[in-house]
C-alpha cells in the first residue's frame, strides 16, 4: 500500500506540474500541492508507524484505501471535476477494496465512490487557460460521465469480488485435495511400514518361541519357572497372531505398489459396504485376463469419494461395473437415486457447489453437504492419476441394469497409465531371494 501511494503521488506531482507549462491551464496549484503533500506526510508516517512485515487489520486496510479515495477527490474537485479525464483513477480504489478486503467494507468504499462521484458532476472548480477560458465539456457528456463511472464502480467492484472468491475457493479446495492426498499417501506407507515390521519380527519371534518351548521342557520338575516360561510361550503366539494380521509381505514387496484391478476397486469402496445399502462390484463382459494396476492413493481416495456419494444418494443399490480393453480400463458407477440435477451437470467437479439437489439440509448426514468439496477432490485425484471422467444420468445408461438408474460417473484410464504389468509403469514380478543361512 505504502508502495503504490508513492507511486500514486509521483504521478500526481508531474501532473500537476507539467500540466500548466505544456497546456497553458491555470489551476490551484497551491491547494493541489498542499493536497499532495498531506499525501505525503499520510505516507511518511505510515512507514515509519508500521514495519514493513506488519499485516494491516481490515479497518486499518480500509482507512488507508478511503483516505486515498478522499485524497484523490479533491484533487479531482481541484481541477475541473468530471470534466478531468482522470477522473477514471476514482475505479483504483474501489478495485483494491473488492479484491482485498470484506464484502462490508467493499460496499462501503463503492459507496463512497458513488457520492464522490456525484459530488464532483455538480461541484468543482472549473478549469481554465491562462487567457480565461473556461474548458468544460457539454452537460450530457457530464452526465454520461457520471452514468459511466457509476456503473463501472459497480461492476469492476463485483467482477474483482467474485474472480478473488473463485480464487479464494479454488485455493481452499486444491489444499483440501493435497491434505486428502497427503492422509492417502501416508496410510499407504503405513501399509509398507507395518508388512516391513511383521517381516523384521517373524525370525526372532521364531527364536523366541523355540528357546522358550526347550524351558517349558526342561523345567518340569520346578512348576514356578515353568509357569513363567509357559507365559513367555504364549505371548510370543499372541506376537504372531498380531503380525500376521497386520501382514506378511516384505518390505519391498511389490503387492504393496500394485494389485488386480477388482481388488483396487473393493479397497476403495470397503468403508462404503456396510452402510445400509447394497454396493454391487462386477467386471463387466471384460475379456482377456484381468489387469494389475498401481496402488495409487489418488486412485483409492478418488474413487472412495465418488462411491461415497453414490451411497450418500442412491435408494437401495450401487453399482460399480468395471471394464477393460487393451487401451483403457474403465469403471462405472451407478446408484438408484434421483439423478444429478440437469441445469448443474456442466459443473460437477466445481468446488463449493452446493447440494447435489434443491432440497432441506438431510439431519441424518449433517457432516456432508454433498456435491461440492468431496467431488471436487476426488475428480482432481483421479485426473491426476491420468484418467478421465464423464457424469451423466441414468436416461441413457438403463440397459446396464434391469433397475431404475440415477446418476452416472464413469472413470476410464488409458491403460498403459495405471497397468502394472505392460507399459511404461510395468513394476515386474520381482525376484526370489535365498534365506540367509544360520
Request: aromatic share 8%.
Amino acid at each position: 500500500m505504502i508502495l503504490l501511494r508513492w507511486v500514486a503521488i509521483a504521478g500526481q506531482f508531474v501532473a500537476v506540474t507539467i500540466t500548466p507549462l505544456m497546456f497553458g491551464l491555470n489551476i490551484e496549484l497551491g491547494w493541489c500541492y498542499f493536497a499532495i503533500s498531506i499525501s505525503v506526510i499520510f505516507n511518511l508516517v505510515t512507514g515509519f508507524v508500521f514495519p514493513e512485515n506488519k499485516r494491516l487489520s481490515e479497518r486499518q486496510n480500509m482507512a488507508m484505501i478511503i483516505f486515498d479515495l478522499l485524497q484523490l477527490s479533491f484533487l479531482l474537485f481541484l481541477t475541473g471535476g468530471l470534466n478531468n479525464p482522470f477522473t477514471l483513477l476514482l475505479l483504483g480504489p474501489v478495485t483494491i477494496s473488492a479484491t482485498a478486503l470484506s464484502l462490508r467494507s467493499t460496499l462501503v468504499l463503492c459507496a463512497m465512490a458513488i457520492v464522490s462521484v456525484s459530488v464532483l458532476a455538480f461541484f468543482y472548480i472549473p478549469l481554465s487557460t491562462l487567457s480565461g477560458q473556461v474548458l468544460e465539456i457539454p452537460e450530457l457528456f457530464i452526465f454520461g460521465q457520471w452514468i459511466a463511472l457509476v456503473i463501472a464502480v459497480v461492476f469492476t467492484s463485483a467482477y474483482s469480488r467474485r474472480v478473488t472468491s473463485e480464487i479464494h475457493l479454488m485455493s481452499d479446495a486444491l489444499a483440501a485435495t493435497q491434505m486428502a492426498l497427503a492422509r492417502e499417501q501416508k496410510l499407504t506407507d503405513l501399509g509398507g511400514v507395518v508388512a516391513a515390521a511383521a517381516h523384521e519380527l517373524g525370525t526372532p519371534l521364531a527364536t523366541i518361541k523355540l528357546a522358550s518351548a526347550e524351558l517349558v521342557h526342561e523345567l518340569r520338575g520346578q512348576p514356578e519357572l515353568r509357569e513363567d516360561a509357559e507365559l513367555i510361550v504364549e505371548q510370543t503366539d499372541r506376537c504372531r497372531d498380531i503380525l500376521r494380521d497386520m501382514g506378511r509381505a516384505g518390505k519391498d514387496d511389490l503387492h504393496l505398489r500394485q494389485a488386480p484391478l477388482i481388488t483396487v476397486i473393493e479397497a476403495a469402496a470397503e468403508p462404503h459396504m456396510e452402510r445400509g445399502k447394497d454396493v454391487i462390484i462386477s467386471l463387466d463382459n471384460s475379456t482377456g485376463t484381468q489387469p494389475a494396476i498401481l496402488r495409487m492413493p489418488e486412485i483409492i481416495h478418488g474413487l472412495r469419494n465418488l462411491i461415497q456419494n453414490a451411497v450418500d444418494f442412491s435408494k437401495t443399490t450401487v453399482w460399480i461395473d468395471i471394464r477393460w480393453t487393451d487401451t483403457t480400463i474403465t469403471a462405472r458407477i451407478l446408484d438408484d437415486g434421483d439423478g444429478f440435477p440437469p441445469q448443474l451437470l456442466g459443473r460437477l467437479g466445481d468446488p463449493f457447489m452446493g447440494q447435489r439437489r434443491n432440497r432441506k439440509k438431510d439431519t441424518s448426514r449433517p457432516e456432508y453437504e454433498g456435491m461440492g468439496l468431496g467431488l471436487f477432490i476426488a475428480k482432481t485425484l483421479l485426473e491426476r492419476s491420468g484418467a478421465s471422467l464423464r457424469f451423466a444420468n441414468g436416461a441413457d445408461e438403463a440397459g446396464y441394469h434391469s433397475q431404475q438408474i440415477g446418476a452416472v460417473i464413469e472413470v476410464s484410464w488409458p491403460r498403459s497409465t495405471i497397468d502394472a504389468r505392460e507399459g511404461e509403469n510395468a513394476l515386474g514380478y520381482g525376484e526370489n531371494t535365498r534365506f540367509a543361512e544360520a
